[in-house]
Structure formats: structure tokens, C-alpha cells
């Protein structure tokens, strides 16, 4: 499959994309960014509003929490591949100020045909799945991720898939649920540092 297309082919094509509803409340598809040789892709759940302004994901805030994460593994955002479940922001149509909701199943399983295009072209050696609904589209819908988090499951293309929280989470957090969740995340960023070591060994 990954033979007919290339990154900047499917970028273009998002803007086109019809398969499931979302196209219709956001105002363009945010293709997936970074490295497109990168050894670890991050997956996060959809696109918020100020990545539709810079049409890069991981803009903003969330993207200010990623980055801080980014640099405890040694790494900046150009030496990785940062992408969603879903191409098109899942905007929350009941809420007056129409902020994000997660991606429901329907949407991230129509969307997966871009996600699995990007991952059989990028051929990541790690994948780390931010939040429930990543979670879910890649290791299926059993995933739980206050149970699942941190642990190592095997991903697409003899890749290491590893879960963690979502960054928009954290940034909703208040004392002592911070606390603890941050601290859950440096476990999860330790075992990540781990893998990615072994690589060059
Ligand atoms: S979210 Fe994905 S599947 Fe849905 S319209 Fe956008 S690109 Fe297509």
C-alpha cells in the first residue's frame, strides 16, 4: 500500500478526506510532522485549534507540555514524528466554546487508514500513544490506560508500542492529581529513555 503514497501525498489527500464527519467542523486536516525517519513517533488524539493556525500538531499548550517531555528523553521535536489518531480536530459541537473532545471509535477506526499509510512509510521503532483514545487505535479497544500506561506492548512493524497519558490531560490537572499523574508520566518517559537507548547498543 505504502508504495503509492508518500508523506506529502497523504498530507495533500487529508485535505480531501471524506471518511467519517469530522472534515465538516474543522477547518483543515493537520498532517503529521518531524522526522519522517525518526525512530520514535508520538501519537496524540486530534488536533486542537492552534494547530489548525500553524497546520502542525502539538501546537500550543499541549504542544509546550510535549516539548518539556521531548527534552528529557534528549530529543526535540525535529528528531521525532508527532501525528493524531485522527486528521481533522474532534470539536465538542454542544459546547458554546467548541473545545476539543476526544475522538470516538468510529472516527479514529476511519481515520486509521492515514495512520497505519504514515506508520508503514515511517517504520518507527517506537511508538508512544498519548491518552485513551490513541490507546485504543492502536492496541484495540480492551485498552485501559490507567491500567495499561507505561507498559510495552508490541506495536505495527516489530515496533514497541508504549502508552501514556495525554499532555492536554495534564494541563487540566489541579494538586494533588498533578502530582501523581506527573509522576506516573516520569515513570513512563524513564521506560521510554530505556528503549530508545537500547537501540544504539
Ligand atoms: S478525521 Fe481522518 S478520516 Fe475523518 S475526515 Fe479527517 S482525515 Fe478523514
Redesign the pocket.
Known sequence: MQEHYDLQQIAQD?QS????????Y?RT?IPGNGDSQANLMIIGE?PSEYDESTGKPFSGPSGRVLDSWLRKLGLTREEVWLTNV?????VDLKDPRRRNRA?IAS??K?????LRLEISIIRPKIIVALGASAGKALLGSGFKISRDRGKTFPGPYDSIVVPTYHTAYILKLKSPLLEQVSSQVEQDLDTIKRLLSQLTE
Open positions: 487529508l478526506c471524506q471518511r467519517c464527519d469530522l472534515y465538516l474543522s486536516a486530534s485522527v486528521k481533522h480536530r474532534s475522538p472516527e479514529y476511519a481515520c486509521s487508514h492515514w
